[in-house]
């Protein structure tokens, strides 16, 4: 089966917890992360997730609010967006 | 990771500051199929096969929106020109049509459908005049119908009888929907060389020679070009600048690609073309006049408007081509006035007149759009101006329109407020002097020459 992939993306100020809290909710729905890179971009945290939903076991949508929601639960903005946004806008 | 993190984050600023977002994805269905004996039973079939075709449409989209997180701002139908469903029909049958399309828009949740359209360039059926005399009153009872008349084209000339008697609908609509600043007018267009494949309402509607159904997408994007220019364009020289446009509207339209392949794909339809325009919307920021002051005006219509028009227009098209597989509809910069915040500033302060927006019409689709007149302008000066307009497009070979609005009971200086998508229109000033005798000749135009080109 072809792998669904998708970037979260967390963006906010940085504080203890994050990628704990943003983690948890992936093991918790059967979401494999590919990769993980952090850095700080004019004081901002930013981590970006690759992450494997084949396997996900749940509807997206609703997948989608939960993790939005945890991160206005946590005070951080969270994006996501399937793969083929970033490999169709910046790869010809 | 097989992105960078700037790529990532650039994407992201993109949608959530720049306002980024598809601005409208149309379903064309054809209407050829529905004739009934009479015009009620017509009308039914109208009803019917728009639902059955379009019932998807709005949560296909919104399935799609959710997976890229791209706001899909418009959900839209167009059909076949209904001059050619329902020739034979009279004044009141064309209504019933137009009643028909509009609750079947209502039904499947699609706030325009277009395609209350008659193609008149060389001359008019018995049905084409039937629905031109019904345009005014199917505008005002209904709210989602958008209506077209195509009085021109290259191949054909200009149609002045039908130009006349478009002006005098125009004139009848704003007097009907008077109350309510005159919108009737908002979504009824005079085209010369009307395209087939326009996803971007109040023009489209699904031509002759396009399948039994097919999606177009238009994208839009002026925000982003205005904030790539802000951040990267101090100190460019033109042809850079021209560069730096033309790699960011390859990123627009990549997504446009993405989002009509996706939903196309979803709904079981196939996928039509690319609509290249940038699209303003009244959003602050979201403009093209911005981006014209960006490029280095004082103000949108000051000298060298036009120069800098060209180029942006040219750049759009030339990043657009590469990032999609069919480019198609109008595929220019719009400017209309009310729909863009910049636009309607620049008319204020009196920066743009009328005739330089007719002049930029010559290097950009898509004509006079979305253009308040004082509601006592005449209706021979009212076909002045379409003449004009079509003139340019039949000479250019160009896809020209007008959306007048006479706003019944204002003048000049005055305003006219629609909200939504529509905008705010300042009143604009318009000839001083007749044009009624040349009108009055009526008659056609023939097609011009297509060579000699100066």
């Given at each position: 089966m072809?792998?669904?992939?998708?970037?979260?993306?967390?963006?906010?100020?940085?504080?203890?917890?994050?990628?704990?809290?943003?983690?948890?909710?992936?093991?918790?729905?059967?979401?494999?992360?590919?990769?993980?890179?952090?850095?700080i971009i004019d004081d901002l945290f930013a981590?970006?997730?690759?992450?494997?939903?084949?396997?996900?076991?749940?509807?997206?949508?609703?997948?989608?609010?939960?993790?939005?929601?945890?991160?206005?639960?946590?005070?951080?903005?969270?994006?996501?967006?399937?793969?083929?946004?970033?490999?169709?806008?910046?790869?010809? | 990771m097989f992105l960078t993190a700037e790529e990532i984050l650039q994407t992201i600023s993109m949608v959530s500051v720049e306002n980024f977002d598809v601005r409208t994805t149309t379903l064309g269905i054809s209407l050829r199929d529905c004739r009934g004996v009479d015009a009620d039973a017509t009308a039914k079939k109208i009803y019917d096969k728009i639902c059955f075709r379009a019932e998807k449409l709005i949560s296909c989209a919104n399935i799609i929106e959710a997976k890229y997180g791209l706001p899909i701002v418009n959900k839209r139908a167009s059909v076949t020109p209904i001059a050619v469903i329902g020739d034979g029909f009279d004044k009141d049958g064309m209504i019933k049509l137009a009643i028909a399309m509009d609750k079947?828009?209502?039904?499947?949740?699609?706030?325009?459908?277009?395609?209350?359209?008659?193609?008149?360039?060389?001359?008019?059926?018995?049905?084409?005049?039937?629905?031109?005399?019904?345009?005014?009153?199917?505008?005002?009872?209904?709210?989602?119908?958008?209506?077209?008349?195509?009085?021109?084209?290259?191949k054909a000339g200009i149609n002045l009888d039908m130009i006349y008697k478009m002006a005098k609908q125009i004139k009848k609509t704003a007097e009907l929907t008077a109350?309510?600043?005159?919108?009737?007018?908002?979504?009824?267009?005079?085209?010369?060389?009307?395209?087939?494949?326009?996803?971007?309402?109040?023009?489209a509607f699904h031509g002759i020679s396009e399948p039994e159904v097919v999606l177009n997408v238009g994208i839009s994007g002026p925000g982003v070009v205005r904030h790539v220019l802000e951040k990267n364009g101090k100190g460019l020289n033109i042809g850079d600048l021209a560069e730096l446009i033309k790699k960011t509207a390859f990123k627009i339209t990549r997504m446009g690609q993405l989002v009509g392949q996706e939903v196309s794909e979803l709904m079981g339809v196939p996928f039509g073309i690319v609509d290249i325009s940038l699209a303003p919307t009244p959003a602050i920021g979201d403009s093209v006049a911005n981006i014209l002051e960006l490029m280095g005006l004082e103000m949108c219509g000051t000298d060298g408007t036009t120069f800098a028009l060209a180029i942006l227009n040219d750049a759009v098209k030339k990043g657009g081509v590469m990032a999609t597989q069919r480019v198609g509809g109008l595929s220019g910069a719009f400017i209309p006035v009310s729909e863009d915040e910049g636009m309607i500033k620049a008319v204020e302060c009196g920066a743009l007149s009328l005739e330089r927006l007719q002049c930029m019409t010559c290097v950009c689709s898509v004509g006079l759009d979305m253009i308040a007149i004082p509601g006592d302008t005449s209706v021979e000066t009212i076909a002045g101006i379409i003449a004009d307009e079509m003139a340019i497009g039949v000479i250019n070979t160009k896809t020209t329109a007008a959306r007048l609005i006479p706003v019944i009971g204002k003048g000049v200086g005055e305003k006219v407020c629609y909200g939504g998508l529509?905008?705010?229109?300042?009143?604009?000033?318009?000839?001083?002097?007749?044009?009624?005798?040349?009108?009055?000749?009526?008659?056609?135009?023939?097609?011009?020459?297509?060579?000699?080109?100066n």
């Open positions: 072809k792998k669904e992939k998708i970037v979260i993306t967390v963006l906010g100020v940085n504080k203890s917890g994050v990628v704990a809290n943003v983690t948890s909710v992936l093991a918790k729905y059967n979401c494999s992360i590919q990769d993980m890179n952090q850095t981590m970006i997730l690759i992450v494997d939903i084949t396997d996900l076991n749940m509807d997206f949508a609703a997948f989608k609010e939960k993790i939005e929601g945890k991160g206005e639960e946590i005070g951080v903005k969270i994006f996501i967006q399937h793969e083929n946004v970033f490999r169709m806008m910046h790869r010809i | 079947a828009a209502e039904t499947v949740g699609i706030n325009y459908i277009g395609g209350f359209s008659a193609l008149v360039q060389k001359g008019a059926t018995v049905g084409d005049l039937a629905l031109i005399e019904a345009i005014p009153e199917a505008l005002n009872i209904t709210q989602r119908v958008c209506s077209s008349v195509n009085v021109a084209s290259t109350d309510r600043g005159s919108i009737g007018c908002a979504k009824l267009v005079v085209f010369a060389n009307a395209v087939e494949d326009n996803p971007f309402i109040a023009g529509l905008g705010d229109a300042p009143i604009m000033a318009v000839g001083k002097y007749s044009c009624a005798e040349i009108i009055k000749r009526g008659g056609r135009v023939p097609a011009p020459i297509n060579s000699l080109k």
